[in-house]
């Protein structure tokens, strides 16, 4: 039944649909103020359900890396290299060939990359 998820089901639902449709990829605040963007605590808020809820919320990074926006298989991939990083190592190495664009940040830089470069720096970080 719908109406019996529980709290968490519901936020983190809600956390993964943020990130499906994101268009920014940013880890910490953004602009001079260090605002957190509503994907940066949507990414954070999945990465905090992984320790109650590990398949539930592996189940939807598969999901996001399925159907999310660029910037959302980004943080796909991203939330499995702490939790399964040889599974994060396939999925960027798929992504390397992906040419769509996101818009990146680092503190108050904004920038654009595509999936595959920023694959491509994820797996030499690795």
């Known amino acids: ?23 920014t990829l940013a880890f910490g605040g953004t602009g001079f103020a260090g605002t957190l963007l509503p994907v940066t605590e949507a990414y954070l808020r999945v990465e905090a359900a992984h320790r109650d809820h590990p398949e539930e919320v592996r189940r939807q990074i598969d999901r996001l890396l399925a159907e999310g926006s660029p910037a959302g298989r980004a943080y796909a991939a991203t939330l499995l290299e702490r939790i399964d990083p040889a599974a994060a190592r396939a999925a960027w190495t798929s992504l390397r060939g992906d ?28």
């Open 1 to 23: 039944m719908f109406g019996m998820r529980k709290a968490w089901e519901r936020e983190l639902g809600a956390a993964v649909d943020e990130l499906l449709e994101a268009d």
């Open 99 to 126: 040419s769509t664009e996101f818009t990146t940040f680092v503190g108050c830089v904004m920038g654009r990359s595509t999936v595959g470069d920023y694959a491509t720096q994820r797996l030499a970080a690795a």
